[in-house]
């Protein structure tokens, strides 16, 4: 079955930066465009990053671009999320998620917490 598994969330200040990974079992990585999303406490859902199945195009939230990378190896089947600078709102549970067709995300992960101290 498919499987996508996040890591690298944690207990991080302000200021500090985190990559977080997802590595993904069960599907042909590579025809995957990928992206993240996530959760603060009492929010919506809110899209972080994405990725085309190629890495020729990226795309990223207002609230992390200038300060955040989205980049994938196809050859080890993960994409990374990398975040500079990070501020108390980005406290969130963050979760990857891949799609077939663009936009439309058929498969999710289970989520990493990220907690930012101020």
């Known amino acids: 079955q498919v499987q996508l598994v996040e890591s690298g969330g944690g207990l991080v200040q302000a200021g500090g930066s985190l990559r977080l990974s997802c590595t993904t079992s069960?599907?042909?990585?590579?025809?995957?465009?990928m992206g993240w999303f996530r959760r603060a406490p009492g929010k919506e859902r809110e899209f972080v990053a994405s990725?085309?199945?190629?890495?020729?195009?990226?795309s990223l939230a207002d609230s992390v671009k200038g300060r955040s990378t989205i980049s994938r190896d196809n050859a080890k089947n993960t994409v990374y999320l990398q975040v500079n600078r990070l501020k108390p709102e980005d406290t969130a549970v963050y979760y990857c998620?891949?799609?077939?067709?663009?936009?439309?995300?058929?498969?999710w992960g289970q989520g990493t917490q990220v907690t930012v101290s101020s």
């Open positions: 998620a891949a799609a077939l067709i663009p936009s439309k995300w058929n498969y």
């Open positions: 069960g599907l042909t990585f590579s025809m995957y465009a």
């Open positions: 990725i085309t199945a190629s890495g020729s195009r990226t």
